[in-house]
């Protein structure tokens, strides 16, 4: 019989400081501040690489984000941590640079609450990823302008913490 590790988040301060560890699920039930990252990934043309979160997710299922974003685990850096990501979710690798950090928190409707430290991390790729159905639906290249303009009209569709980054960050991921 398979065991199934229970993953773990990394808490932190402020500061970005490790105080612990604990399960995803738990730091989500109680809103507790942990470690993430999201993972934006953009063509030649410029255009960002967005996912549609698979149907059956625990948390914002069937909607688009950004190219991918998780957790780190315990030791793993966030660059390290965002190749492993993408590499689970899209079937590709490149190289990534981090750009920012920032904290947010969004409570969902079932009753979990995201309260991360956000690693932005940024890189370029042209190909087709080879998406894990598991953990992606759907994907799509988007001009910036195109994604603001259907976030606009459509805020539904999109994760809460794409439309935070979005919002904060919209200047300098267009640059």
Not at 24 to 29: D, G, L, P, T
Not at 126 to 154: C, F, R, Y
Request: charged share 25%.
């Amino acid at each position: 019989m398979l065991s199934v590790v229970e993953e773990k988040v990394i808490l932190v301060n402020e500061n970005d400081e490790k105080i612990g560890l604990m399960s995803k699920q738990e730091a989500h039930e109680k809103g507790l501040l942990h470690r993430a990252f999201s993972v934006f990934i953009f063509n030649d043309k410029g255009e960002l690489m967005l996912q549609q979160r698979a149907f059956d997710k625990y948390h914002s299922p069937g909607l688009w984000t950004n190219t991918c974003c998780s957790h780190q685990r315990n030791g793993e850096g966030s660059l390290q941590a965002g190749k492993r990501r993408l590499a689970e979710e899209m079937g590709f690798t490149t190289p990534l640079k981090e750009t920012t950090s920032f904290i947010y928190k969004a409570p969902f409707d079932n009753g979990l609450t995201e309260h991360e430290l956000d690693h932005i991390l940024v890189g370029t790729f042209n190909g087709e990823p080879v998406i894990n159905t598991e953990e992606v639906a759907a994907w799509k290249w988007m001009s910036l302008q195109d994604v603001k303009s259907d976030m606009e009209k459509h805020p539904e569709h999109y994760t809460a913490w794409f439309k935070i980054i979005f919002e904060k960050f919209y200047e300098s991921l267009n640059s």
